[in-house]
């Protein structure tokens, strides 16, 4: 004999295991913006909708990543200083005594911060002059 269970009723706020969308966000685009985003959208598979919802998510999220990105990028400064100034003497046959390797050390920590948002600014400024790329 078979038994039947009922099907537990959907949440009249889920769709297909999400929450349902219901706020509107709009914009407004040129021409060439326009071809630009439905191009984007066709080759990815999307309509121009659904790719504008997932690159806004994508870089709101990244946004909010922000505080992390900036603190690895003055960790990767930081070790390129390093690195350069002691592959420098390196190269050039000298040998680092610990005092020096310490100073190494303390002007890598005092700088690191200010040649990494130099790096993050430098970076912003390019990508302002290609929008599009």
């Not at 890598?108 to 290609?130: L, P, T």
Request: hydrophobic share 35%; glycine share 6%.
């Amino acid at each position: 004999m078979t038994t039947i269970h009922p099907m537990p009723e959907r949440d009249a706020d889920k769709l297909r295991g999400r929450d349902r969308r219901s706020h509107n966000l709009s914009t407004k685009l040129t021409h060439d913006e326009e071809i630009l985003i439905e191009g984007a959208a066709s080759a990815s598979g999307k309509t121009p909708s659904e790719w504008a919802r997932d690159a806004l998510l994508r870089e709101a999220k990244s946004s909010s990543d922000l505080i992390g990105a900036e603190a690895l990028m003055t960790e990767i400064v930081g070790l390129q200083l390093f690195l350069t100034d002691v592959l420098q003497a390196v190269a050039c046959g000298e040998q680092m005594t610990p005092s020096q390797y310490e100073e190494l050390m303390r002007r890598v920590k005092a700088n690191k911060h200010h040649a990494a948002r130099a790096v993050i600014m430098q970076h912003g400024a390019e990508k302002k002059e290609q929008p599009y790329a």
